[in-house]
């Protein structure tokens, strides 16, 4: 089976993602939910504007989390999809039970470092900050991206920041090439220095973040440069 292509999260043509995090227990209950959320997709019809949807699963068997980049808000707004609920899961949860899943979170990416632009990624980073409005989103995201974040470590391959429309969150998207480069950044006076800068900033809580490995996706390409 050919691997799933990850998405360019630095792609001019999109102006908004769509993040929605999901706690599912065990990691068969995961995959299900993770088959049973590309199945829907690729049932739906795609509104215009819709430009890709990537599912990830948590290294930890726990979690699966979902990215959609979108050409904007008003795309996203004419589709309809902004005043649904997404559909419950039925009988995928343990026991036999539903899974309720909450509306998404709507991001703009705002700032990005990439550090290596060879390497391919194989699991990404999601950690996101809980911050008291606008001036503190883009506040602690310029001084991370021009501070410890400036310089990646071995096997770092991009941290894409986003700021939520409704000034409560930050979300870092980073690229890894595989677990071990997670560990080493962990452990590297970057990731030190990063954490100390986030207590250290009035506004901003770190709320950390989990490894994941990429499902499936389902989308377009790139438009071409």
């Known amino acids: 089976m050919t ?54 699963v948590s290294t930890c068997g726990e979690n699966v989390w979902t990215y959609e980049q979108w050409t904007g808000l008003d795309a996203y707004r004419a589709s309809g999809r902004m005043y649904e609920r997404p559909a419950t899961l039925r009988g995928l949860g343990a026991d036999g039970a539903d899974i309720e899943r909450s509306a998404p979170i709507a991001f703009h990416r705002y700032r990005s470092n990439l550090y290596d632009t060879t390497g391919v990624p194989t699991r990404i980073v999601a950690p996101t900050f809980d911050v008291d409005g606008r001036a503190a989103q883009r506040g602690i995201i310029d001084a991370l ?17 986003h700021y939520s429309l409704d000034g409560s969150r930050v979300l870092n998207y980073a690229e890894f090439t595989d677990d071990e480069a997670h560990l080493v950044f962990l452990a590297d006076p970057t990731a030190m220095g990063s954490t100390q800068l986030t207590n250290d900033m009035p506004g901003v809580r770190g709320i950390g973040g989990k490894r994941y490995v990429l499902h499936g996706t389902v989308g377009a390409a790139p438009l071409a440069g």
């Open 3 to 56: 691997a799933p292509v990850f998405p360019d999260v630095d792609r001019a043509d999109s102006a908004l993602a769509l993040v929605t995090p999901l706690y599912v227990g065990t990691p068969g209950i995961q995959r299900a939910v993770a088959d049973a959320v590309l199945a829907e997709w690729t049932a739906a019809p795609r509104p215009e504007g819709l430009l890709s949807q990537s599912c990830y």
């Open 145 to 161: 991206l021009d501070g410890p974040l400036v310089k990646g470590t071995p096997g770092l391959l991009s941290a894409h920041f």
